[in-house]
């Protein structure tokens, strides 16, 4: 965790970590798969203390772990298996965290050259030596009990759905769950949250104006911040990254303050993507087929991993293997990213045939400089 606290460091110091996804393409790709993090070579570092359980609301039971070498990280155990698929029936929003869909994320994070997921690693926790003998939080120990299975559980306590029926249970002690790097403090950092203006309705029955309204787009490219500089386009970078995960709970996201307006959207929760890997859902391109734009850089990068040399599928394929809890997704949802990401290209293509390409893909602020000053 030394280290994969050391890469997020640098990558809050720069900002971005400049690569050349426009300029060059193989290098680029594999620099940006092949760069491997601490997790990949070497075990994790001990945890030293649950310092608290992070928001227990029952069903998303989380905890925040501190780490040998100061590090902290966010844990979201196990709730479901890897085959298992969200039903159909189900709400977005009560849908489950899933441990390996974070992971996931981070990875396809990277091989989008995006870098706005801070990382994520999967890995095996003793309940009872990890967290039960450690955590010097009370509450968290008053929770604890062996199962009729002979498993060691834990629940939230909270006001509701709290009970032993959503325990999580290690086998009898081990619990796979997903380490996520915690950003620096807010003291530090300073970062807000914004709603996303595509965000949905958190409720059984409503229906949000872009759901309904084709022209939505033009309103929001009147609004600040949305009718200058990069935000829309970080926007769009962010719904496709979310359709090729099929993560349709994206509410809000956070920018860093320190960058203005211009700084890069982080892509925090990922939890909710990779649920039903037969369904696309459309809707979460809205932003892109409503606005008609793409940053150059991602299109550049989209185009090459639809090429069967560098296939979206077996590009993630290869960088998930080394995670400590490969295979991180069943074959089904590597399939699915290579048929949303023909998806996003076909929706840009149709855009492009109607708009002209001048129109539709834009050189973003932030890679222009990059060309100019040939910065990697
Ligand atoms: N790596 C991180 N470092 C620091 N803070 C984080 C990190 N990941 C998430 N957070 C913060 O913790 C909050 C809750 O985390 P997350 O959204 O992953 O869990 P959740 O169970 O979905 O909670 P919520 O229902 O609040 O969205 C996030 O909105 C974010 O502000
Ligand atoms: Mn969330």
């Given at each position: 965790m030394t280290e994969l606290k050391g890469v997020w460091t640098v990558r809050f110091r720069v900002r971005q970590t400049v690569t050349a996804s426009q300029t060059s393409d193989k290098a680029a790709l594999e620099h940006s798969v092949h760069r491997r993090p601490c997790y990949?070579?070497?075990?994790?570092?001990?945890?030293?203390?649950?310092?608290?359980?992070?928001?227990?609301?029952g069903l998303h039971l989380k905890l925040a772990l501190k780490l040998q070498d100061f590090g902290k990280a966010m844990f979201k155990p196990m709730r479901q298996e890897r085959h298992e698929e969200t039903p159909e029936n189900f709400f977005y929003f009560v849908d489950f965290q899933r441990h390996n869909a974070e992971i996931a994320a981070f990875h396809l994070d990277r091989v989008l050259d995006f870098r706005r997921v801070p990382p994520v690693t999967g890995?095996?926790?003793?309940?009872?030596?990890?967290?039960?003998?450690?955590?010097?939080?009370?509450?968290?120990?008053?929770?604890?009990?062996?199962?009729?299975?002979?498993?060691?559980?834990?629940?939230?306590?909270?006001?509701?759905?709290?009970?032993?029926?959503?325990?999580?249970?290690?086998?009898?002690?081990?619990?796979?769950?997903?380490?996520?790097?915690?950003?620096?403090?807010?003291?530090?950092?300073?970062?807000?949250?914004?709603?996303?203006?595509?965000?949905?309705?958190?409720?059984?029955?409503?229906?949000?104006?872009?759901?309904?309204?084709?022209?939505?787009?033009?309103?929001?490219?009147?609004?600040?911040?949305?009718?200058?500089?990069n935000r829309l386009l970080n926007i769009i970078d962010m719904v496709i990254f979310d359709f090729l995960t099929?993560?349709?709970?994206?509410?809000?996201?956070?920018?860093?303050?320190?960058?203005?307006?211009?700084?890069?959207?982080l892509h925090l929760d990922n939890a909710r993507g990779f649920g039903r890997p037969s369904h696309d859902e459309v809707s979460i391109l809205a932003p892109l087929t409503q606005c008609c734009m793409i940053k150059r850089?991602?299109?550049?990068?989209?185009?090459?991993?639809?090429?069967?040399?560098?296939?979206?599928?077996?590009?993630?394929?290869?960088?998930?293997?080394?995670?400590p809890l490969t295979p991180v997704l069943t074959e089904d949802h590597l399939q699915a990213l290579d048929r949303r990401l023909g998806q996003v290209l076909r929706t840009v293509g149709k855009c492009v045939k109607k708009l002209g390409e001048p129109q539709v893909v834009i050189t973003d602020f932030a890679e222009s400089s990059r060309v100019t000053t040939g910065n990697r």
């Open positions: 990949e070579t070497k075990p994790c570092s001990l945890i030293l203390n649950v310092q608290s359980v992070v928001k227990p609301s890995r095996f926790i003793n309940v009872t030596g990890e967290i039960l003998y450690l955590t010097h939080n009370e509450e968290l120990r008053s929770v604890f009990f062996t199962s009729p299975a002979n498993n060691t559980c834990f629940f939230a306590k909270c006001l509701y759905v709290c009970k032993s029926e959503y325990a999580v249970c290690g086998h009898p002690d081990l619990l796979e769950g997903s380490m996520s790097a915690y950003l620096p403090g807010l003291s530090i950092a300073p970062r807000i949250s914004i709603p996303n203006p595509w965000i949905r309705t958190y409720s059984f029955t409503g229906t949000e104006e872009w759901e309904v309204n084709p022209l939505y787009c033009d309103n929001v490219k009147k609004l600040y911040p949305y009718n200058s500089g099929g993560n349709m709970d994206r509410h809000h996201y956070e920018v860093f303050t320190k960058f203005g307006d211009d700084g890069f959207l850089s991602t299109l550049f990068r989209l185009k090459l991993l639809a090429q069967s040399e560098y296939r979206l599928s077996d590009v993630m394929r290869a960088s998930l293997s080394r995670d």
